[in-house]
């Protein structure tokens, strides 16, 4: 059974956009990004809600070929156009970059891909990661925590039926403050 991962950048008070979906609160440095690189080189195949693959291919699809480009982000733009991608959608009908749209059921599909064979995959958006928390599906949180606190957006976590248990797994500090908490569900 394939592992699935669910790992954002998420503000102090537990949101990944403020209102208006407004990122800017995640700035990166070097070492966090690189961490970020090495998840995304450990996961098979990433599932992606329409808002989080719209903003992914808005700009990793070049984002080698910027002018700023450093070593990390040419890796990381050319890994991000190679890995399988789903994305759950009704609206999006084309994608590229080897990339397939489910319009059905997320949760029938993640259950179905999680009962494969092959390597960890990655969810990343909250409606979808929400329909995969409810299911419990998730079996590792990754919250990379800014030292801000935005008031409201789009939460990092959803209303659930029950608890889920979690083990702490690890903790590491980044440059700017940004805490990294992972944690597997205890089943």
Not at 45 to 61: N, Q
Request: charged share 20%; proline share 5%.
């Amino acid at each position: 059974m394939r592992r699935l991962t669910y790992g954002m950048n998420v503000t102090l008070d537990g949101y990944i956009a403020a209102a208006g979906d407004d990122i800017g609160w995640g700035g990166t440095n070097d070492e966090l990004f690189q961490w970020w690189l090495d998840q995304e080189l450990a996961s098979s195949l990433s599932l992606y809600g329409r808002k989080v693959w719209e903003g992914m291919s808005s700009y990793w699809p070049t984002g080698d070929q910027q002018p700023d480009a450093t070593p990390a982000r040419i890796e990381f733009a050319r890994n991000w156009r190679d890995t399988p991608k789903v994305v759950f959608s009704s609206t999006i009908d084309t994608v590229d970059w080897n990339t397939r749209v489910v319009t059905g059921d997320p949760v029938a599909e993640i259950t179905r891909l999680k009962a494969e064979d092959g390597g960890p995959m990655s969810v990343s958006g909250a409606m979808l990661a929400a329909a995969a928390m409810r299911a419990g599906l998730i079996d590792e949180y990754r919250l990379v925590t800014f030292p801000v606190l935005v008031g409201g957006g789009t939460p990092f976590f959803t209303a659930l039926d029950g608890w889920v248990d979690l083990d702490l797994m690890e903790t590491r500090t980044f440059p700017g403050g940004v805490v990294l908490t992972r944690y597997e569900t205890r089943r």
